[in-house]
């Protein structure tokens, strides 16, 4: 058994901490909201953001960051991206050389470019660091739903660290080294989720999604493999399977997001409209900022960053997609003849 703090009480660190309770560790959950740890004391259940998933009795809450990290085995870091650098440089001082972090959230910082791993990195030098991610709606995993993710970190032994942890029955977990490609399509997916949710807004149909889903991982594995990615992870769960689930689901909030500026709501708008962070929202710039830095064309993503930043029509940037200059599907189309 093992002793896990997990930094960030939202729908995707409370769901995980059903499935580490499950396999018998101890945790504690964090929350730098009084009233959200309240909620789940009181409720064994996160009414807002998880409904309908009761928690087990023996998980242990905290707003003192103290609390959930000195000690501990390895700590999950499950706060939005957008807080991710404040909420490490908070936690530093509570960090034992050598401790393991897991980031289980998914961004790229909009000012650095930098992936949430590199942020841990950057901030707290004396952990040691891996991210699990892949496609999996919290409102599933605490469910028990069976669920396939990928555990990465720079060494072997620190993955299957991970792997041990959190693997059981209802939550496959496989191992990789190419932590880049795993942070990239999983940042970059929703991205283009919210383009996804935007066709639907329009009334667009499957042969839409379909065309989102396919050109969508060939801009996300264009941008990964410049920045040093393997082909095999955009291809994998933390690719394109990622970019299904998060296309296609009804518990997608950046689809929801997406649907809702089709159907004409602002940006501002649809994410109240969402209540929860929507993360495709907050790398959608660092994705063109890092197609920037490496010289990579990314044309749908340049419209759903028109359509969120620069109040540019959804219809008109679908438009732009479809109307662009003819080109070969593949960048090195080979002919017979």
Request: proline share 3%; net charge negative.
């Given at each position: 058994m093992a002793k896990i703090g997990i930094i960030g009480a939202g729908s995707w660190g409370t769901a995980l901490s059903v499935v580490l309770d499950k396999n018998g560790h101890s945790v504690?959950?964090?929350?730098?909201?009084?009233?959200?740890?309240?909620?789940?004391?009181?409720?064994?259940?996160?009414?807002?953001?998880?409904?309908?998933?009761?928690?087990p009795?023996?998980?242990?809450?905290?707003?003192?960051?103290?609390?959930?990290?000195?000690?501990?085995?390895?700590?999950?870091?499950?706060?939005?991206?957008?807080?991710?650098?404040?909420?490490?440089?908070?936690?530093?001082?509570?960090?034992?050389?050598?401790?393991?972090?897991?980031?289980?959230?998914?961004?790229?910082?909009?000012?650095?470019?930098?992936?949430?791993?590199?942020?841990?990195?950057?901030?707290?030098?004396?952990?040691?660091?891996?991210?699990?991610?892949?496609?999996?709606?919290?409102?599933?995993?605490?469910?028990?739903?069976p669920s396939a993710l990928v555990a990465g970190a720079k060494s072997r032994d620190t993955a299957e660290r991970v792997q041990r942890y959190f693997m059981n029955e209802s939550?496959?977990?496989?191992?990789?080294?190419?932590?880049?490609?795993?942070?990239?399509?999983?940042?970059?997916?929703?991205?283009?989720?919210?383009?996804?949710?935007?066709?639907?807004?329009?009334?667009?149909?499957?042969?839409?999604?379909a065309a989102l889903i396919t050109r969508g991982i060939n801009e996300i594995s264009r941008l990964a493999l410049a920045m040093g990615a393997k082909n095999e992870t955009l291809s994998g769960l933390t690719g394109i399977g990622d970019l299904i689930v998060t296309c296609a689901s009804k518990h997608s909030r950046n689809r929801k997001a997406g649907m809702l500026m089709g159907q004409g709501y602002t940006m501002q708008q649809a994410m109240d409209e969402v209540k929860m962070v929507v993360e495709g929202v907050y790398s959608a710039k660092a994705a063109v900022g890092l197609a920037r830095k490496y010289g990579v064309d990314l044309p749908i993503i340049e419209q759903v960053n028109a359509a969120l930043f620069e109040n540019k029509l959804v219809k008109d940037a679908v438009y732009e997609l479809m109307t662009r200059d003819k080109k070969a599907e593949s960048d090195e189309p080979s002919w017979e003849s």
């Open positions: 504690t959950l964090w929350s730098a909201i009084e009233s959200e740890i309240q909620m789940l004391q009181n409720h064994h259940e996160h009414i807002e953001k998880l409904p309908g998933v009761k928690l009795d023996a998980l242990q809450y905290t707003t003192d960051m103290a609390q959930a990290a000195v000690g501990m085995d390895a700590l999950v870091l499950a706060v939005p991206s957008m807080y991710t650098r404040k909420t490490v440089q908070n936690l530093a001082a509570h960090v034992a050389e050598g401790q393991l972090m897991i980031s289980v959230a998914k961004g790229v910082e909009e000012d650095t470019l930098m992936t949430l791993s590199q942020i841990i990195e950057q901030e707290i030098p004396q952990a040691v660091t891996a991210v699990l991610c892949g496609p999996s709606h919290a409102e599933e995993v605490g469910r028990g739903m939550f496959r977990v496989y191992t990789s080294p190419d932590v880049i490609g795993m942070e990239i399509g999983a940042s970059l997916k929703n991205v283009i989720a919210l383009a996804a949710g935007m066709a639907d807004g329009l009334g667009y149909g499957d042969n839409t999604k």
